[in-house]
C-alpha cells in the first residue's frame, strides 16, 4: 500500500495520502502515529493543499475536500465524483481556492468549481483535451498553477509542458519537447522559474527510457501571462 501522496503544510505539519485507502495528518515532532486519520472512498492518486483544506483524488474517479482544522483534526466536508471519464491522476487548487484543475489519463483537463461548499464561481464547470499527438492520446501527469498570474502548466507523458489560462478557456503557449515523460512540475516564488521533472512514468511498461533529469526553465512573462481580450 504505497503512501502515493505527500505534502508539508507547515514546519511540523504533513499530510500523508496512500493506497491504502486513508487519508492522515501528522506532527514530525512528536508522533510516531497520525494526530487524525479519515478513510477515503478509494487509491489516493493526487492531492493539493491550500488554506486549511486538502483536495484528494481517487480511485473510482472520486475528489474529496477535507477540512483539516488547526492542523489537529481532519474532516470530508464534500465527496463527488470527477466529471472526467476517466481516472484522475493529478488536481490542484486554483490560487484563489475558488475552484480545482485535475489531470486524467486520458489527455483531458477539467475545470470545477466548488459551488457545493457556498464558494461562488460565477463559472461553469468544463474540460479540454490535450497531450495528445495524433490519434494517440497521453496521460496528465502534472498541474501547476502561476503564482502570479493565475494561469497554469500541464505536464504530461507526450514530454511536453503547455501552458494554459484555464479561466478563459485559451492555450497560451507550449514549450519544447523533453526526451521522456514530464512527472511532475514547480514554480518558484514568483513564477519566473519552472522546475521540470523529465522521468519515464512506465505508461508502455517496462522498456528502455532515457535517464531521469530535471531541468529548471526560466519563464517569460509571454509564456504565462493571459492574453488581453
Given at each position: 500500500n504505497a503512501c502515493s501522496c505527500l505534502s508539508?503544510?507547515?514546519?511540523?505539519?504533513?499530510?500523508?495520502?496512500?493506497?491504502?485507502?486513508?487519508?492522515?495528518?501528522?506532527?514530525?515532532?512528536?508522533?510516531?502515529?497520525?494526530v487524525s486519520k479519515i478513510n477515503l472512498p478509494g487509491k489516493a492518486f493526487g492531492m493539493d493543499y491550500l488554506d486549511g483544506r486538502a483536495v484528494v483524488?481517487?480511485?473510482?474517479?472520486?475528489?474529496?475536500?477535507?477540512?483539516?482544522?488547526?492542523?489537529?483534526?481532519?474532516?470530508?466536508?464534500?465527496?463527488?465524483?470527477?466529471?472526467l471519464k476517466y481516472q484522475t491522476r493529478t488536481v490542484k487548487?486554483?490560487?484563489?481556492?475558488?475552484?480545482?484543475?485535475?489531470?486524467?489519463?486520458?489527455?483531458?483537463?477539467?475545470?470545477?468549481?466548488?459551488?457545493?461548499?457556498?464558494?461562488e464561481s460565477g463559472k461553469k464547470k468544463y474540460a479540454f483535451k490535450c497531450h495528445r499527438v495524433g490519434d494517440t492520446i497521453y496521460p496528465v501527469?502534472?498541474?501547476?498553477?502561476?503564482?502570479?498570474?493565475?494561469?497554469?502548466?500541464?505536464?504530461g507523458c507526450d514530454g511536453t509542458v503547455v501552458l494554459w489560462d484555464g479561466l478563459n478557456k485559451k492555450k497560451l503557449s507550449s514549450l519544447p519537447k523533453f526526451n521522456t515523460s514530464v512527472a511532475a512540475l514547480a514554480f518558484n516564488h514568483d513564477?519566473?522559474?519552472l522546475a521540470i521533472a523529465s522521468s519515464y512514468t512506465f505508461e508502455e511498461g517496462e522498456r528502455e527510457h532515457?535517464?531521469?533529469?530535471i531541468f529548471v526553465r526560466e519563464m517569460q512573462i509571454s509564456e504565462c501571462k493571459p492574453k488581453s481580450k
Open positions: 508539508a503544510i507547515s514546519p511540523s505539519t504533513v499530510l500523508s495520502a496512500g493506497w491504502d485507502c486513508s487519508f492522515c495528518l501528522w506532527d514530525i515532532r512528536t508522533k510516531s502515529t497520525p483524488a481517487t480511485s473510482g474517479r472520486r475528489t474529496c475536500i477535507i477540512d483539516v482544522k488547526a492542523a489537529i483534526h481532519a474532516n470530508i466536508v464534500l465527496d463527488r465524483e470527477s466529471s487548487f486554483f490560487p484563489d481556492g475558488r475552484g480545482l484543475a485535475l489531470g486524467s489519463i486520458e489527455g483531458r483537463v477539467a475545470i470545477e468549481f466548488l459551488d457545493e461548499l457556498g464558494i501527469n502534472a498541474i501547476e498553477f502561476h503564482p502570479t498570474f493565475g494561469t497554469f502548466a500541464t505536464g513564477g519566473s522559474e532515457p535517464r531521469d533529469e
